[in-house]
């Protein structure tokens, strides 16, 4: 994905992420939320809800993000947002392993499987490709 590093959203992302590497995620999860209500287009708001989603205390929690950036993704036009979908959709189903719901776990990774069209053809699409495909077997 290409983020433009002149961009708001993605410089309070960027804070969240340097944070995180310092140990203050509490921060990390403000610099996030700060992010997603300055958010004004899918694309911005798709990333900050992204890093919300990684700051949740809870499954639940994280799992509502992680959806909310899903529905953002989908909306988008933005080719950005759309190479996301596998990622989204594996963030999703291992929410729903975690809560033991396995077949909206098979679904989500499914779905991961079937977007991999958006993603570049390299060597880091072949290793999540090979990942979804593990996921789903270890689901069934």
Known sequence: MVFDPNNNVVKLCTSGMEMEGKGLSEEA???FL???NEATNDLEKFTAAHYVARHQNSVEEKLRWDEIALHVA???NDQNAKSA????YLNIAKCYEDLLDFDNARKN?????SFTSYLPDNGYSNMIKGGIITDIERVR
């Open 85 to 88: 979908l596998p990622s989204l």
């Open 29 to 31: 999860g403000k610099c």
């Open 109 to 113: 990774y499914e779905s991961a499987l």
């Open 34 to 36: 700060q992010a997603w």
């Open 74 to 76: 989908l909306q988008s």
